[in-house]
């Protein structure tokens, strides 16, 4: 009997620590979501090059332009599409900067140092034409 009682009390005992247990309070994390949208001017204009080698060059020089939110080169079209704030830095900057990394763009000759260190498949024509539209 003194068994029974006492499996009796242990159940009870640990129906009440269950209980306890599912009453706990929830928490909730609640986060707010801010977005802050910057206006940006997209450029486009022609980038002499060839491969893609030169295309990873192109965009990293015009993204390393405080400022530009992002850059695309096409390697058939040898048009670069550049995206940028311009509160913090103009089309010249982003020329002038692929043009220090040794590739031509429409309104500057590359830095003739930078060209002859670009690996060979990347010297390009300078005659070659730019901003080529799909036919």
Partial sequence: MKNIVLSVA?????????????????????????????????????VRGNCVMCKKTIEKAATSVEGVVSA?????????????????????????????????????AGNKEAYKNLPGCCQYDHEMLMSQLEE
């Fill in 72 to 108: 695309s080169w096409d390697v058939a079209k040898k048009n670069a599409i550049v995206s940028f704030d311009d509160s913090k830095t103009n089309a010249m900057e982003i020329h002038n900067a692929i043009a220090e990394a040794g590739y031509d763009t429409e309104k500057m």
């Fill in 10 to 46: 242990v159940i009870i005992a640990i129906g009440f620590t269950s209980c306890k247990s599912e009453t706990k309070k929830e928490t909730k994390t609640i986060t707010k979501e801010v977005i802050t949208e910057i206006a940006s001017t997209d450029l486009a204009f022609g």
